[in-house]
C-alpha cells in the first residue's frame, strides 16, 4: 500500500497566482491533480499524483516560484517507475481580512 505523500508550502503570492502555478507545474511535469479545498483566502490544500521522477522537479520549480517547500515532508527517495499520491497545503501570508462568503437561504 503506498502511503500519502504530506508536502506543506508557505508564500506571500496572491493565492489565485499561486494556485494556477501549482496546477500548471503539475501538467508540465506528467502530473494532474485529484482534488482541491479551498480554506477562505489562508490556506490551500491541493491533491495530486505525479510520476516519482518528477518530485525533485515540482520541489525545486515552485522554489523558483517563491512557494517554499518543507523539506521535512519530502521522501528520501522516489521509486522513477512509480506514480507518487500526495497533497500539497499551502499557507497565505498577507495583510487582507478573512474572506466572507455569502451563504444561500435554503427553505426547509
Given at each position: 500500500?503506498?502511503?500519502?505523500?504530506?508536502?506543506?508550502?508557505?508564500?506571500?503570492m496572491?493565492?489565485?497566482?499561486?494556485?494556477?502555478?501549482?496546477?500548471?507545474?503539475?501538467n508540465?511535469?506528467?502530473?494532474?491533480?485529484?482534488d482541491?479545498?479551498?480554506?477562505?483566502?489562508?490556506?490551500?490544500?491541493?491533491?495530486?499524483?505525479?510520476?516519482?521522477?518528477?518530485?525533485?522537479?515540482?520541489v525545486?520549480?515552485?522554489?523558483?516560484?517563491?512557494?517554499?517547500?518543507?523539506?521535512?515532508?519530502?521522501?528520501?527517495?522516489?521509486?522513477?517507475?512509480?506514480?507518487?499520491?500526495?497533497?500539497?497545503?499551502?499557507?497565505f501570508?498577507?495583510?487582507?481580512?478573512d474572506?466572507?462568503?455569502?451563504?444561500?437561504?435554503v427553505?426547509?
Open positions: 500500500m503506498q502511503r500519502l505523500m504530506m508536502l506543506s508550502a508557505v508564500t506571500r496572491p493565492r489565485h497566482e499561486a494556485t494556477t502555478l501549482v496546477f500548471d507545474t503539475l508540465r511535469l506528467g502530473g494532474w491533480v485529484d482541491v479545498h479551498m480554506y477562505s483566502n489562508i490556506m490551500n490544500t491541493i491533491r495530486f499524483t505525479l510520476p516519482g521522477e518528477a518530485l525533485p522537479a515540482l525545486a520549480a515552485l522554489a523558483d516560484s517563491h512557494i517554499a517547500i518543507d523539506q521535512d515532508g519530502l521522501p528520501t527517495a522516489c521509486p522513477p517507475d512509480k506514480d507518487l499520491s500526495g497533497s500539497l497545503q499551502i499557507t501570508i498577507h495583510n487582507e481580512p474572506l466572507r462568503r455569502a451563504i444561500p437561504a427553505p426547509g
